[in-house]
């Protein structure tokens, strides 16, 4: 969409990718981390909440999913990845509804560490690692300063 501003133009472009499916059929995991800061206030925070509805309507009941909420601190809003069923997507629904930009500032490293960190611990006692989709949803990219942030067990992650 575009529109002419005097001599100039105005685009405004949107993008919600699909859920990528495994060749194999597998089932999917999926870790939800939402920005919550304050500065996700009123359309950023409308949009996520309209991309996560989007991202839970796709997901099949074996899938499994988790969901967190950042800002200066972390909310998980389930603590372990669970099962897409009708009773958990509910909840979640539910906490969708009530979700607001109320969590301060913008703490994308200790949010993505805290999200991984579980996935570790449960990983270590599986055969085998495991890896998670993450659908990071924010209204910028916050940097890491001038190296990678390696997360626990994962390969690097950088702006």
């Known amino acids: 969409m575009f529109a002419q501003d005097g001599e100039q133009f105005v685009a405004l472009a949107s993008f919600c990718a699909d859920l990528p499916r495994d060749a194999n059929g597998l089932p999917l995991k999926v870790k939800l981390l939402v920005d919550c800061s304050g500065s996700m206030g009123g359309d950023s925070i409308d949009a996520a909440k309209r991309a996560l509805h989007r991202i ?16 200066s601190t972390v909310v ?59 659908a990071r949803l924010s209204q910028r990219l916050v940097g890491f300063g001038d190296r990678d942030a390696r997360l626990p067990g994962r390969e690097s992650v950088s702006p």
């Open 56 to 71: 839970l309507a796709g997901l099949a009941p074996e899938d499994r999913f988790s969901s967190s909420r950042f800002g």
């Open 76 to 134: 998980h809003e389930t603590k372990s990845l669970v099962a897409a069923d009708g009773a958990h997507l509910r909840a979640a629904s539910e906490c969708l509804a009530k979700m607001d930009a109320d969590l301060g500032g913008t703490e994308m490293p200790a949010a993505l560490r805290s999200v991984f960190r579980p996935a570790r611990a449960t990983a270590s006692r599986a055969s085998g690692a495991t890896k998670h989709p993450v």
